[in-house]
């Protein structure tokens, strides 16, 4: 199985300090944001890394990265040339790099704890499918895609901020796919903002009864405002120093 983050974007909401450089480059305590879905894939077992990001600067990703030895993986690069392209664009742009093979698709302002190696050990035995994380939200989980799920943990339907949602389970930037998602890709339309959206994509999935949903126990966006990025810090300095991350 291949790796695949996207850490493109124009991050408007994180202005200006994403005037200067990329927002997957902010520190999050004691680190770069990017490390941190890194030593995820590196913990998974992933061996092969693409990094996606936008063509201002993808050339700082590589100077701080290098080519991966620091987290025993191999790093490739590669850049989204429309930056308001959306997740499912940005996705498509591993379709060389993949090979036929399945991939880990992790949005690059995403922390979180969760050793993702079991579940992908089970998805690489399935002939077909796709796998989105979830996190359990009781209070704001209509601020998100909301996942509703069967006993088996099968999607049954997910819902982009809901009014009246219809579990507690927020949505993640963490997907598996199988060997078919740049063929689905490639049958996306635009949506009204002009995005190739990832919900379309699960949405094909979810409509021939493969998609599954795997939970973790905590999960940070800490990239989407000044709040959430003060908050990202906050947290994981408390994590950090409490041995839980």
């Known amino acids: 199985m291949k790796g695949v983050i996207l850490a493109g974007g124009l991050a408007t909401r994180l202005r200006p300090l994403t005037q200067v450089t990329n927002k997957h480059l902010l520190p999050v305590f004691n680190k770069p944001m990017i490390f941190y879905p890194l030593e995820a894939m590196q913990k998974s077992g992933i061996k092969e890394v693409l990094l996606i990001s936008s063509p201002d ?32 664009n940005g996705i498509s742009y591993a379709r060389e790099f993949a090979k036929n093979e399945k991939i880990l698709v992790i949005l690059g302002d995403n922390i979180f704890r969760t050793d993702l190696k079991s579940a992908i050990g089970k998805f690489e035995q399935k002939d077909k499918g796709a796998v989105v994380y ?12 909301v996942i509703e799920v069967d006993d088996s943990g099968m999607v049954l339907s997910v819902e982009e901020k809901p009014e009246h949602p219809k579990s507690d389970i927020a949505q993640t930037g963490i997907y ?21 959206e990832v919900t379309d994509l699960n949405n094909i999935y979810l409509e021939e009864g493969s998609l599954q949903c795997e939970l973790l126990d905590w999960w940070i966006d800490a990239g989407t405002s000044y709040d959430e990025l003060l908050r990202a810090n906050n947290m994981v300095a408390e994590k950090v120093r409490n041995n839980e991350l």
């Open 134 to 145: 979830g996190v359990r939200m009781p209070t704001h989980s209509q601020q998100y895609g």
């Open 57 to 88: 600067h993808s050339g700082d990703f590589a100077n701080l990265l290098k080519s991966g030895e620091e987290f025993e993986l191999k790093i490739y690069y590669g850049v989204q040339q429309n930056a308001k392209g959306g997740i499912a």
């Open 176 to 196: 598996l796919y199988d060997e078919r998602v740049f063929n689905f890709i490639s049958t996306l339309k635009p949506s009204a903002r002009g995005e190739l």
